[in-house]
């Protein structure tokens, strides 16, 4: 059971909490699960997530910084679990950073969205096909972003 005063399930309550005051017209509440749990178990019987512990069942994820905080080593684990925890045609939205070349040690570790289409293309369905298409790459606008140093993947 997760500690009642661990900060990433405070951050959640948040969240949860900020989409009940927006006052939407749909009721994305009932179809947006925040959840605090051990990624690479995700879209397996493993996941302590009983909401994703079934795969092809998320149609919408972003990876916000995810990626590059992680070792070098589990890169291909990313790859394969977001391919397993996605529904066909499901979105993927990925912020690559920091993409400004090799940055000794981290994190955050360097990364390039060539390196992340290596990562997703090596990725196939059941069938042997393709397991992603990319559908942009867009440089961040805006005050608040750092074009020269990260992406937008979709």
Excluded at 36 to 45: C, I, K, S, V
Excluded at 119 to 142: F, I, M, V
Aim: some cysteine; glycine content about 6%.
């Amino acid at each position: 059971m997760a500690d009642l005063h661990s900060p990433c399930l405070k951050r959640l309550c948040r969240l949860s909490q900020w989409l009940r005051e927006q006052n939407l017209d749909y009721d994305v509440g009932s179809n947006v699960n925040f959840v605090e749990a051990d990624f690479f178990t995700l879209g397996t019987d493993k996941s302590a997530a009983k909401a994703l512990a079934k795969p092809a069942q998320t149609v919408l994820a972003y990876d916000y910084t995810f990626l590059c905080a992680i070792p070098p080593s589990l890169r291909t684990a990313w790859a394969e679990t977001y391919t397993r925890l996605l529904a066909k045609d499901a979105i993927l939205i990925s912020l690559v950073f920091p993409i400004h070349g090799d940055r000794p040690g981290g994190p955050p570790f360097s990364l390039s969205p060539d390196l992340v289409r290596e990562l997703l293309g090596s990725q196939t369905t059941a069938q042997g096909n393709p397991a992603w298409q990319e559908l942009a790459e867009l440089k961040p606008k805006g005050p608040e972003t750092r074009p020269d140093v990260e992406r937008i993947m979709v």
